[in-house]
Protein backbone atom coordinates (compact mmCIF):
# COMPACT_ATOMS: atom_id res chain seq x y z
CA UNK A 1 0.00 0.00 0.00
CA UNK A 2 1.21 3.81 -0.48
CA UNK A 3 3.22 5.20 2.17
CA UNK A 4 1.44 7.72 4.29
CA UNK A 5 1.97 11.56 2.68
CA UNK A 6 3.13 13.73 4.73
CA UNK A 7 3.93 16.42 2.46
CA UNK A 8 2.35 19.22 2.29
CA UNK A 9 1.15 18.88 -1.58
CA UNK A 10 0.17 15.49 -1.51
CA UNK A 11 -1.80 15.71 1.79
CA UNK A 12 -3.70 18.71 0.29
CA UNK A 13 -4.70 16.12 -2.91
CA UNK A 14 -6.48 14.09 -0.14
CA UNK A 15 -8.72 16.96 1.05
CA UNK A 16 -11.82 15.99 -1.63
CA UNK A 17 -11.87 12.30 -0.94
CA UNK A 18 -11.21 13.12 2.89
CA UNK A 19 -14.40 15.24 2.89
CA UNK A 20 -16.38 11.94 1.00
CA UNK A 21 -15.23 9.39 3.40
CA UNK A 22 -13.17 7.74 0.91
CA UNK A 23 -10.00 7.61 2.22
CA UNK A 24 -8.17 4.59 4.39
CA UNK A 25 -7.46 4.33 8.23
CA UNK A 26 -4.36 5.57 7.49
CA UNK A 27 -4.50 8.21 5.15
CA UNK A 28 -8.11 9.38 7.31
CA UNK A 29 -5.54 10.01 10.17
CA UNK A 30 -2.56 11.39 8.78
CA UNK A 31 -5.07 14.14 7.32
CA UNK A 32 -7.02 15.16 10.26
CA UNK A 33 -3.51 15.70 12.08
CA UNK A 34 -2.66 17.86 9.53
CA UNK A 35 -6.06 20.09 9.39
CA UNK A 36 -5.39 20.38 13.09
CA UNK A 37 -2.12 22.47 11.85
CA UNK A 38 -2.80 24.03 8.83
CA UNK A 39 -5.60 26.89 8.91
CA UNK A 40 -6.11 27.10 4.99
CA UNK A 41 -6.29 23.22 4.20
CA UNK A 42 -9.13 23.69 7.07
CA UNK A 43 -10.71 26.29 5.47
CA UNK A 44 -11.30 23.81 2.21
CA UNK A 45 -12.05 20.75 3.54
CA UNK A 46 -14.57 22.80 6.15
CA UNK A 47 -16.16 24.19 2.29
CA UNK A 48 -15.92 20.43 0.93
CA UNK A 49 -17.30 19.11 3.72
CA UNK A 50 -20.14 21.85 3.27
CA UNK A 51 -20.74 20.01 -0.52
CA UNK A 52 -20.62 16.51 1.11
CA UNK A 53 -23.44 17.73 3.57
CA UNK A 54 -25.85 19.09 0.10
CA UNK A 55 -25.02 15.19 -1.41
CA UNK A 56 -26.97 13.78 1.57
CA UNK A 57 -29.54 16.32 0.20
CA UNK A 58 -29.15 15.62 -3.49
CA UNK A 59 -30.86 12.15 -4.31
CA UNK A 60 -34.47 11.80 -5.71
CA UNK A 61 -36.79 12.48 -2.56
CA UNK A 62 -38.43 9.69 -2.04
CA UNK A 63 -41.62 9.52 0.45
CA UNK A 64 -41.02 6.29 2.98
CA UNK A 65 -43.95 4.00 3.38
CA UNK A 66 -46.36 5.22 5.50
CA UNK A 67 -46.50 2.25 7.85
CA UNK A 68 -42.89 2.93 8.13
CA UNK A 69 -43.69 5.74 11.00
CA UNK A 70 -45.37 3.75 13.72
CA UNK A 71 -42.58 0.91 13.48
CA UNK A 72 -39.94 3.42 14.04
CA UNK A 73 -41.80 5.36 17.12
CA UNK A 74 -42.76 2.00 18.80
CA UNK A 75 -38.85 0.34 17.69
CA UNK A 76 -37.28 3.20 19.71
CA UNK A 77 -39.45 4.27 22.19
CA UNK A 78 -39.08 0.67 23.52
CA UNK A 79 -35.49 0.60 23.78
CA UNK A 80 -35.22 3.76 25.46
CA UNK A 81 -36.15 5.62 28.35
CA UNK A 82 -39.20 7.54 28.41
CA UNK A 83 -41.21 9.71 31.40
CA UNK A 84 -43.58 6.95 31.25
CA UNK A 85 -42.65 5.10 34.28
CA UNK A 86 -42.73 0.92 33.57
CA UNK A 87 -45.62 -0.45 35.83
CA UNK A 88 -44.37 -2.79 38.51
CA UNK A 89 -47.32 -5.70 38.77
CA UNK A 90 -49.05 -5.80 42.13
CA UNK A 91 -48.86 -9.02 44.12
CA UNK A 92 -53.05 -9.06 44.27
CA UNK A 93 -53.88 -7.31 41.59
CA UNK A 94 -54.14 -7.09 37.58
CA UNK A 95 -51.15 -5.57 36.25
CA UNK A 96 -51.59 -1.31 36.73
CA UNK A 97 -52.54 0.64 33.86
CA UNK A 98 -49.25 2.46 32.36
CA UNK A 99 -51.75 5.92 32.14
CA UNK A 100 -52.51 5.12 35.79
CA UNK A 101 -49.10 4.54 37.07
CA UNK A 102 -48.32 7.72 35.39
CA UNK A 103 -50.37 10.00 36.74
CA UNK A 104 -49.59 9.11 40.20
CA UNK A 105 -46.33 9.50 39.60
CA UNK A 106 -47.12 13.40 38.94
CA UNK A 107 -49.75 13.58 41.67
CA UNK A 108 -46.75 12.24 44.19
CA UNK A 109 -44.99 15.10 43.14
CA UNK A 110 -45.03 18.20 45.91
CA UNK A 111 -45.36 20.85 42.93
CA UNK A 112 -46.44 20.48 39.79
CA UNK A 113 -47.04 23.28 37.53
CA UNK A 114 -50.27 22.59 35.44
CA UNK A 115 -48.24 23.27 31.72
CA UNK A 116 -45.56 20.45 32.26
CA UNK A 117 -48.76 18.31 33.64
CA UNK A 118 -50.37 18.91 30.32
CA UNK A 119 -47.33 18.14 28.32
CA UNK A 120 -46.72 15.05 30.18
CA UNK A 121 -50.24 14.02 29.41
CA UNK A 122 -49.72 15.08 25.71
CA UNK A 123 -46.90 12.79 25.67
CA UNK A 124 -48.24 9.75 27.62
CA UNK A 125 -51.38 10.47 24.43
CA UNK A 126 -48.43 10.16 21.64
CA UNK A 127 -47.44 6.58 22.96
CA UNK A 128 -50.32 5.38 23.79
CA UNK A 129 -51.22 6.40 20.15
CA UNK A 130 -48.20 4.71 19.13
CA UNK A 131 -48.64 2.09 20.89
CA UNK A 132 -52.00 1.20 19.69
CA UNK A 133 -51.04 1.62 16.26
CA UNK A 134 -48.86 -0.75 16.83
CA UNK A 135 -51.07 -3.56 18.21
CA UNK A 136 -53.28 -2.72 15.29
CA UNK A 137 -50.54 -3.22 12.76
CA UNK A 138 -50.50 -6.95 14.46
CA UNK A 139 -52.39 -8.65 13.12
CA UNK A 140 -51.89 -11.79 15.73
CA UNK A 141 -51.97 -9.58 18.57
CA UNK A 142 -55.27 -10.41 20.77
CA UNK A 143 -58.51 -8.27 20.19
CA UNK A 144 -58.32 -7.83 24.24
CA UNK A 145 -55.10 -5.65 23.88
CA UNK A 146 -56.26 -3.54 21.48
CA UNK A 147 -59.41 -2.48 23.70
CA UNK A 148 -57.41 -2.34 26.66
CA UNK A 149 -54.84 0.04 24.64
CA UNK A 150 -58.26 2.14 23.16
CA UNK A 151 -59.24 2.47 26.35
CA UNK A 152 -56.07 3.71 28.21
CA UNK A 153 -55.76 6.41 25.33
CA UNK A 154 -59.54 7.26 25.59
CA UNK A 155 -59.09 7.55 29.86
CA UNK A 156 -55.86 9.74 28.83
CA UNK A 157 -57.01 11.68 26.79
CA UNK A 158 -60.34 12.14 28.76
CA UNK A 159 -57.90 13.59 31.68
CA UNK A 160 -56.59 15.29 29.30
CA UNK A 161 -59.29 17.28 28.08
CA UNK A 162 -60.20 17.85 31.66
CA UNK A 163 -57.21 19.54 32.71
CA UNK A 164 -57.23 21.81 29.71
CA UNK A 165 -60.63 22.80 30.27
CA UNK A 166 -60.63 26.94 30.51
CA UNK A 167 -62.48 26.31 34.11
CA UNK A 168 -60.25 23.54 35.39
CA UNK A 169 -59.40 24.61 39.33
CA UNK A 170 -56.75 22.31 41.23
CA UNK A 171 -57.51 21.32 44.71
CA UNK A 172 -55.16 19.99 46.86
CA UNK A 173 -56.67 17.50 49.39
CA UNK A 174 -55.39 16.60 52.72
CA UNK A 175 -55.16 13.49 55.00
CA UNK A 176 -57.80 14.01 57.96
CA UNK A 177 -55.92 13.41 61.11
CA UNK A 178 -57.14 10.74 63.12
CA UNK A 179 -58.15 8.37 59.91
CA UNK A 180 -55.85 9.36 57.22
CA UNK A 181 -52.87 11.53 58.17
CA UNK A 182 -50.27 10.83 55.54
CA UNK A 183 -52.63 10.39 52.85
CA UNK A 184 -52.90 13.39 50.32
CA UNK A 185 -55.16 13.80 47.52
CA UNK A 186 -54.91 16.03 43.83
CA UNK A 187 -58.13 17.24 41.87
CA UNK A 188 -58.21 18.63 38.73
CA UNK A 189 -61.90 19.80 38.09
CA UNK A 190 -63.81 21.23 35.65
CA UNK A 191 -67.25 22.00 36.15
CA UNK A 192 -67.72 21.38 31.90
CA UNK A 193 -65.45 18.12 32.11
CA UNK A 194 -64.79 16.64 35.00
CA UNK A 195 -62.53 15.47 37.39
CA UNK A 196 -59.14 13.98 37.84
CA UNK A 197 -58.03 13.00 40.80
CA UNK A 198 -55.24 11.57 42.06
CA UNK A 199 -54.50 10.02 45.99
CA UNK A 200 -51.20 8.99 47.87
CA UNK A 201 -50.40 6.75 51.06
CA UNK A 202 -54.06 5.69 51.10
CA UNK A 203 -55.16 3.02 53.98
CA UNK A 204 -56.13 0.11 53.29
CA UNK A 205 -59.09 -0.86 52.41
CA UNK A 206 -60.67 -3.04 54.89
CA UNK A 207 -63.00 -5.83 53.49
CA UNK A 208 -66.10 -4.84 51.97
CA UNK A 209 -64.98 -1.05 51.85
CA UNK A 210 -63.92 0.79 48.88
CA UNK A 211 -63.86 4.96 48.71
CA UNK A 212 -65.13 7.17 47.00
CA UNK A 213 -64.37 10.57 46.00
CA UNK A 214 -67.41 13.75 45.99
CA UNK A 215 -67.59 16.70 44.84
CA UNK A 216 -69.33 19.24 47.16
CA UNK A 217 -71.33 22.08 45.65
CA UNK A 218 -74.06 24.42 47.65
CA UNK A 219 -76.10 20.96 47.81
CA UNK A 220 -75.97 17.54 47.98
CA UNK A 221 -72.47 15.91 47.12
CA UNK A 222 -72.16 14.43 43.66
CA UNK A 223 -70.18 11.03 43.22
CA UNK A 224 -67.74 11.26 40.95
CA UNK A 225 -66.26 7.68 41.13
CA UNK A 226 -64.76 5.12 43.36
CA UNK A 227 -60.93 4.71 44.27
CA UNK A 228 -59.21 1.51 44.95
CA UNK A 229 -55.67 2.14 45.73
CA UNK A 230 -52.99 -0.26 44.86
CA UNK A 231 -50.47 -1.70 47.58
CA UNK A 232 -49.10 1.44 48.19
CA UNK A 233 -51.43 3.38 48.62
CA UNK A 234 -52.00 4.79 45.26
CA UNK A 235 -55.32 5.73 43.47
CA UNK A 236 -56.23 7.35 40.31
CA UNK A 237 -60.02 8.43 38.55
CA UNK A 238 -60.41 9.71 35.62
CA UNK A 239 -64.59 10.59 36.06
CA UNK A 240 -65.88 12.69 32.91
CA UNK A 241 -69.08 15.21 33.64
CA UNK A 242 -70.93 18.27 31.96
CA UNK A 243 -72.72 20.82 33.30
CA UNK A 244 -71.74 20.15 37.00
CA UNK A 245 -72.53 22.73 39.72
CA UNK A 246 -70.13 24.93 41.21
CA UNK A 247 -68.17 23.70 43.97
CA UNK A 248 -66.67 24.20 47.74
CA UNK A 249 -65.52 20.83 48.34
CA UNK A 250 -64.10 17.89 46.89
CA UNK A 251 -63.83 15.02 49.85
CA UNK A 252 -62.99 11.53 49.97
CA UNK A 253 -64.77 9.21 52.33
CA UNK A 254 -64.91 5.60 53.24
CA UNK A 255 -68.24 3.79 51.98
CA UNK A 256 -69.25 0.54 51.51
CA UNK A 257 -68.09 -1.91 48.26
CA UNK A 258 -69.66 -0.47 45.39
CA UNK A 259 -70.60 2.94 46.59
CA UNK A 260 -73.35 5.27 47.78
CA UNK A 261 -75.49 7.77 46.10
CA UNK A 262 -74.71 9.94 49.49
CA UNK A 263 -71.98 9.82 51.99
CA UNK A 264 -72.01 8.04 54.58
CA UNK A 265 -68.70 7.08 55.85
CA UNK A 266 -65.80 8.91 57.52
CA UNK A 267 -64.24 11.77 55.53
CA UNK A 268 -60.25 11.25 54.81
CA UNK A 269 -59.25 13.48 52.93
CA UNK A 270 -60.61 16.91 52.01
CA UNK A 271 -59.95 19.75 50.18
CA UNK A 272 -61.78 22.80 49.66
CA UNK A 273 -61.58 25.52 46.14
CA UNK B 1 -20.60 33.39 2.60
CA UNK B 2 -22.40 36.13 3.85
CA UNK B 3 -25.40 36.22 6.02
CA UNK B 4 -27.46 38.61 5.59
CA UNK B 5 -30.54 38.86 7.90
CA UNK B 6 -33.76 38.04 5.28
CA UNK B 7 -37.21 35.47 6.06
CA UNK B 8 -35.23 32.60 4.56
CA UNK B 9 -32.33 32.85 6.91
CA UNK B 10 -34.59 33.54 9.76
CA UNK B 11 -36.96 30.72 8.85
CA UNK B 12 -33.94 28.57 8.80
CA UNK B 13 -32.62 29.35 12.26
CA UNK B 14 -36.36 29.14 13.12
CA UNK B 15 -36.24 25.97 12.42
CA UNK B 16 -32.30 25.00 13.59
CA UNK B 17 -33.91 26.61 17.46
CA UNK B 18 -36.52 24.29 16.80
CA UNK B 19 -34.61 20.96 16.33
CA UNK B 20 -32.55 21.74 19.12
CA UNK B 21 -35.40 22.01 21.41
CA UNK B 22 -36.79 18.71 20.07
CA UNK B 23 -33.65 17.07 20.84
CA UNK B 24 -33.54 18.52 24.12
CA UNK B 25 -37.17 17.10 25.09
CA UNK B 26 -36.34 14.10 23.82
CA UNK B 27 -32.84 13.51 25.44
CA UNK B 28 -35.40 14.21 28.59
CA UNK B 29 -37.83 11.34 27.33
CA UNK B 30 -40.02 13.27 25.56
CA UNK B 31 -42.19 10.81 23.12
CA UNK B 32 -43.98 13.46 21.57
CA UNK B 33 -40.88 15.08 20.90
CA UNK B 34 -39.52 12.31 18.81
CA UNK B 35 -42.47 11.96 16.79
CA UNK B 36 -42.40 15.84 15.75
CA UNK B 37 -38.51 14.47 14.31
CA UNK B 38 -39.51 11.60 12.44
CA UNK B 39 -41.99 13.89 10.95
CA UNK B 40 -39.28 16.32 10.36
CA UNK B 41 -36.61 14.24 8.79
CA UNK B 42 -38.23 10.88 7.54
CA UNK B 43 -38.17 12.02 4.29
CA UNK B 44 -35.03 13.42 4.01
CA UNK B 45 -33.59 10.23 5.97
CA UNK B 46 -35.28 7.83 3.81
CA UNK B 47 -34.55 9.06 0.61
CA UNK B 48 -31.12 9.26 1.60
CA UNK B 49 -31.38 5.33 2.67
CA UNK B 50 -33.28 4.55 -0.59
CA UNK B 51 -30.74 6.24 -2.73
CA UNK B 52 -27.74 4.61 -1.22
CA UNK B 53 -29.21 0.77 -0.81
CA UNK B 54 -31.96 0.97 -3.74
CA UNK B 55 -34.43 -1.22 -1.76
CA UNK B 56 -37.23 -0.34 0.15
CA UNK B 57 -37.16 -2.84 2.63
CA UNK B 58 -33.03 -2.11 3.62
CA UNK B 59 -33.97 1.64 3.42
CA UNK B 60 -36.65 1.07 6.09
CA UNK B 61 -34.38 -0.75 8.26
CA UNK B 62 -31.45 1.82 8.07
CA UNK B 63 -34.51 4.46 8.61
CA UNK B 64 -35.39 2.78 12.03
CA UNK B 65 -31.79 2.42 13.02
CA UNK B 66 -31.27 5.96 12.48
CA UNK B 67 -34.11 7.22 14.74
CA UNK B 68 -33.21 4.83 16.91
CA UNK B 69 -30.12 5.84 17.73
CA UNK B 70 -30.89 9.58 17.40
CA UNK B 71 -33.50 8.97 20.21
CA UNK B 72 -30.82 7.24 22.44
CA UNK B 73 -27.90 9.83 22.06
CA UNK B 74 -30.16 12.43 21.90
CA UNK B 75 -28.74 13.89 24.97
CA UNK B 76 -25.11 13.42 23.35
CA UNK B 77 -25.63 15.49 20.30
CA UNK B 78 -23.74 18.81 20.35
CA UNK B 79 -25.57 21.57 18.33
CA UNK B 80 -22.26 23.93 17.45
CA UNK B 81 -20.58 20.77 15.42
CA UNK B 82 -23.60 20.16 12.90
CA UNK B 83 -27.29 21.22 12.65
CA UNK B 84 -29.38 18.36 13.33
CA UNK B 85 -30.79 17.32 9.93
CA UNK B 86 -26.96 17.02 8.92
CA UNK B 87 -26.40 14.90 11.74
CA UNK B 88 -29.52 12.58 11.50
CA UNK B 89 -28.36 12.64 7.49
CA UNK B 90 -24.39 11.85 8.55
CA UNK B 91 -25.69 8.75 10.08
CA UNK B 92 -27.75 7.57 7.66
CA UNK B 93 -24.88 7.49 5.43
CA UNK B 94 -22.87 5.65 7.24
CA UNK B 95 -25.37 2.82 8.30
CA UNK B 96 -26.29 2.78 4.36
CA UNK B 97 -22.31 2.36 3.94
CA UNK B 98 -21.85 -0.39 6.73
CA UNK B 99 -24.99 -2.46 4.62
CA UNK B 100 -23.86 -2.05 1.06
CA UNK B 101 -20.37 -2.81 2.37
CA UNK B 102 -21.34 -5.77 3.91
CA UNK B 103 -23.80 -6.88 0.78
CA UNK B 104 -21.10 -6.88 -1.11
CA UNK B 105 -18.90 -8.84 1.14
CA UNK B 106 -21.21 -11.65 1.10
CA UNK B 107 -24.67 -11.12 0.30
CA UNK B 108 -27.34 -11.37 2.66
CA UNK B 109 -25.16 -10.03 5.76
CA UNK B 110 -26.41 -7.71 7.90
CA UNK B 111 -23.91 -5.73 10.07
CA UNK B 112 -24.13 -5.51 13.81
CA UNK B 113 -25.61 -2.27 15.12
CA UNK B 114 -22.84 -0.70 17.39
CA UNK B 115 -23.70 2.79 18.29
CA UNK B 116 -19.78 3.59 19.05
CA UNK B 117 -18.72 2.97 15.36
CA UNK B 118 -17.51 6.44 13.56
CA UNK B 119 -19.24 7.29 10.91
CA UNK B 120 -17.10 7.21 7.79
CA UNK B 121 -17.71 11.28 7.09
CA UNK B 122 -15.09 13.40 9.10
CA UNK B 123 -16.12 15.28 12.24
CA UNK B 124 -16.96 18.64 11.29
CA UNK B 125 -14.42 21.35 12.13
CA UNK B 126 -15.35 22.56 15.53
CA UNK B 127 -16.21 26.24 15.87
CA UNK B 128 -16.84 26.86 12.40
CA UNK B 129 -20.32 28.73 11.45
CA UNK B 130 -22.42 26.07 9.99
CA UNK B 131 -25.27 26.93 7.60
CA UNK B 132 -27.83 24.23 6.69
CA UNK B 133 -28.22 23.38 3.54
CA UNK B 134 -31.53 24.41 2.08
CA UNK B 135 -33.93 23.13 -0.46
CA UNK B 136 -32.58 25.58 -2.83
CA UNK B 137 -29.86 24.86 -2.29
CA UNK B 138 -29.95 21.15 -2.70
CA UNK B 139 -31.74 21.28 -5.55
CA UNK B 140 -28.98 23.49 -7.28
CA UNK B 141 -26.51 21.09 -6.30
CA UNK B 142 -28.71 18.18 -7.68
CA UNK B 143 -28.65 20.34 -11.03
CA UNK B 144 -24.74 20.35 -10.80
CA UNK B 145 -23.72 16.84 -10.04
CA UNK B 146 -25.94 15.61 -13.00
CA UNK B 147 -23.95 18.83 -15.12
CA UNK B 148 -20.46 17.50 -14.11
CA UNK B 149 -18.33 16.12 -16.79
CA UNK B 150 -18.68 12.35 -16.25
CA UNK B 151 -15.24 11.54 -15.18
CA UNK B 152 -15.46 13.69 -12.26
CA UNK B 153 -19.70 12.89 -11.36
CA UNK B 154 -18.66 9.07 -11.50
CA UNK B 155 -15.81 9.49 -8.96
CA UNK B 156 -17.75 11.64 -6.53
CA UNK B 157 -20.96 9.08 -6.88
CA UNK B 158 -18.82 6.25 -6.53
CA UNK B 159 -17.06 7.85 -2.75
CA UNK B 160 -20.17 9.29 -1.61
CA UNK B 161 -23.02 6.97 -2.75
CA UNK B 162 -21.13 3.92 -2.93
CA UNK B 163 -18.99 4.30 0.01
CA UNK B 164 -15.60 3.19 -2.23
CA UNK B 165 -12.09 4.25 -1.21
CA UNK B 166 -10.56 6.44 -3.92
CA UNK B 167 -8.31 3.14 -3.77
CA UNK B 168 -11.16 1.19 -4.57
CA UNK B 169 -12.64 3.92 -7.05
CA UNK B 170 -8.87 3.89 -9.05
CA UNK B 171 -9.74 -0.07 -9.71
CA UNK B 172 -12.84 0.10 -10.76
CA UNK B 173 -12.41 2.85 -13.10
CA UNK B 174 -9.43 1.32 -13.68
CA UNK B 175 -7.05 4.96 -13.26
CA UNK B 176 -4.09 5.99 -11.23
CA UNK B 177 -5.31 6.53 -7.63
CA UNK B 178 -3.41 10.38 -8.16
CA UNK B 179 -6.05 10.76 -10.88
CA UNK B 180 -8.67 9.81 -8.66
CA UNK B 181 -8.07 12.29 -6.31
CA UNK B 182 -7.73 15.20 -8.33
CA UNK B 183 -11.36 14.41 -9.95
CA UNK B 184 -12.95 14.29 -6.73
CA UNK B 185 -11.17 17.37 -5.66
CA UNK B 186 -11.92 19.25 -8.72
CA UNK B 187 -15.61 18.28 -8.71
CA UNK B 188 -16.34 19.25 -5.31
CA UNK B 189 -14.48 22.56 -6.01
CA UNK B 190 -17.21 22.77 -8.79
CA UNK B 191 -20.10 21.96 -6.79
CA UNK B 192 -19.38 24.27 -4.02
CA UNK B 193 -19.52 27.26 -6.58
CA UNK B 194 -22.72 26.00 -7.25
CA UNK B 195 -23.89 25.51 -3.68
CA UNK B 196 -22.33 29.10 -3.04
CA UNK B 197 -24.56 30.11 -5.69
CA UNK B 198 -21.92 31.44 -7.93
Redesign the interface.
Known sequence: MADTPTDHGELRELIGAYALGALSEREHAAIRAHLRECAECAREAQALQAVAEGLARAVPDRPPPPDLRARVLAAALESGRTRAATAEPAATEARPSAVRNWLLAAASVAAIAIGLYAAMLRQQVALLEVQLEQVSANASAAERQATEAREQARVAQQAMEIIAAPDMARVDLAGQPLVAGAATGRAFWSRSRGLVFTATNLPRLPAGRVYQVWVVPQGAPISMGLLMPDNSGNATNVTAGIDLPAAVAIAVTLEPAGGVPAPTGEKYLVGTL | MSRSLNDAADIQHAREAADRTALARMA?????A??EL??RY???????A???LTD?TE??DV??EV??Q???QAGRYEPRRAQVG?WL??I??ARA?DRLRARRASPGAIPSVDDTRI????D??PN?E?VA?SAQ??AR??EA?AALPEPQRAA?EL???S?????E?AEALHEP??T???K??????R??AA?EGA
Request: glycine fraction near 6%; proline fraction near 1%; aromatic fraction near 10%.
Open positions: DGDASFAYDARAVYSLYGIQAESQFSAWRALMTRIAELPLQQRIQALRLIAYYGLTQAIVGVKTIRTGLHLRL
